[in-house]
C-alpha cells in the first residue's frame, strides 16, 4: 500500500478545518508530543530532581537517627566509661610529679644510678618545654659502668612511681677501661599545665 502525499499538499492553517483526515491526525499527534514534551520539561523534571534531593536527604536523616539512637540507648555505659577515663586521667595525673616533688626526682635518679653500680658524670635539668597540658621536663643524663649495669638502672627507672621516660641512648666504650662504658641519655618527666585562666 503506497502512502499518500497529496493530501498533505497546500495546507495552510488558516483553513485547518477543511483539511483531510491523516493531516489533521499527524498535526494532533505532532502537538501532543509538544504539549506533554514541555509538560515533562515544565512541570515533571523539577519535581524529580526535587525528589531526588528529599530521597538523599531521607537516606542521611536515617544515618543521623542510627547514630543518635545508638548513643541515647547506650547513654548509660557511655556515662560509665566517661567516669572510668576521668579516674584513669585523675590516676595518670597523680603519677606526674608536682613542681615540688621534681628536685627530688633527681635524688631518687642518682640513688637507682649508685645502687646499680653507675657513676654519675653529668645529671642536670634542661630547660622545661611546654605543651598543650602538660610540661615536659628533661633531664640530661651522663653516666660510666658496665652494659648489666645500664640494664639494672632503666628497669629501676621505669619502676619508679612516677612517669618517667629515657630517650636518645648513647652507648660508648671507654678507651681506659675493657669492661666500662658510658652512657649518656635524656630523661624525661611530665608536670600537668593548668588550664590559663583568661
Known sequence: MKFDTSQFEGLELESIGQWPAAAKLVLTVFLSFVVVGLGYVGLVSDKITQLDQVIAEEITLKQSYKIKYHVAANLELFRAQMLEAEDIFANQLRSLPNSHETPGLLDD??????????DFVKLEWQAEISKEIY????????????YHSFGNFVSKIAGLPRIVTLHDFKIAIIQTSKDMLNLKLEAKTYRYQEAKVQ
Open 109 to 118: 635518679i642518682t640513688f637507682i644510678g649508685t645502687i646499680s653500680g653507675l
Open 135 to 146: 610540661i615536659e621536663l628533661p633531664i640530661d643524663i651522663e653516666v660510666n659502668g658496665s
